[in-house]
């Protein structure tokens, strides 16, 4: 079956500590996105790539980091710069980055939190 | 700065009580508006997008329709397993970023 795979799906933080949040997916789509949803907030983005080995930051990009070496995987690292990382975060991909009329498709989460 | 409102915040509906939610939005250009359904502790599913005022789309017993200001999703003798949070989002530009309401809360009780 096609889809993104997020992993894990929790994911404990301790203080100072760099995280990597992993995500994969075999639709072959082009463009790969990451959001953060917190409670009572819409989804914001934290970064965007639409081809291998090049991305932009979104909205809230600070005390993040993404690489993209395969088209399939769009991995997300929260570093310790990130000071509110608790949080439930979405990856998403989409066929294409242009034409903005594309739907994007996404994975089903992980759930970060600090001890 | 675009901006997307959806209202009501939450809503309690009973087993075939037909209602509508409203996604209202300012923005400079239009490119598509999408509805997605959100179950708890799972990302958003896609269920439709719109592009231009008087398009509708349908989906079982979801029908969703676009003006130039506003969207609705309208929900007709809804069941149970249609609670779940609605979201609205709105392309505005390249690259397909999307700019996401807060989201309506849908309970259907028996």
């Known amino acids: 079956d096609g889809g993104i795979t997020q992993s894990p799906k929790y994911l404990f933080r301790k203080e100072g500590q760099n995280v990597t949040l992993s995500c994969e997916q075999n639709l072959n789509h082009d463009a790969m996105y990451w959001y953060r949803q917190d409670p009572g907030q819409g989804l914001r983005l934290i970064y965007y790539?639409?081809?291998?080995?090049?991305?932009q930051k979104g909205d809230i990009a600070e005390g993040y980091s993404v690489s993209r070496e395969k088209k399939e995987s769009f991995p997300l690292t929260v570093t310790s710069a990130q000071k509110n990382p608790t949080a439930f975060y979405l990856c998403?991909?989409?066929?294409?980055?242009?034409?903005?009329?594309?739907?994007?498709?996404f994975g089903d989460g992980t759930r970060l939190s600090i001890l | 700065e675009d901006q997307v409102t959806q209202s009501p915040e939450a809503l309690r509906l009973q087993e075939g009580e037909s209602s509508s939610l409203n996604c209202s939005y300012t923005?400079?250009?239009?490119?598509?508006l999408f509805w997605y359904r959100q179950d708890p502790g799972k990302g958003p599913e896609f269920l439709f997008t719109?592009?231009?005022a008087g398009e509708e789309k349908e989906k079982e017993r979801l029908k969703a329709t676009l003006t130039k200001k506003e969207s609705f999703l309208h929900i007709t003798a809804p069941k149970p397993e249609d609670s779940a949070t609605y979201l609205c989002a709105l392309n505005t530009g390249t690259a397909s970023k999307l700019t996401f309401g807060t989201g309506t809360r849908l309970q259907v009780t028996l």
């Open positions: 719109l592009y231009s």
């Open positions: 790539s639409q081809i291998v080995n090049d991305f």
């Open positions: 998403a991909s989409s066929i294409t980055h242009t034409g903005g009329n594309q739907p994007q498709h």
């Open positions: 923005v400079s250009g239009l490119r598509g």
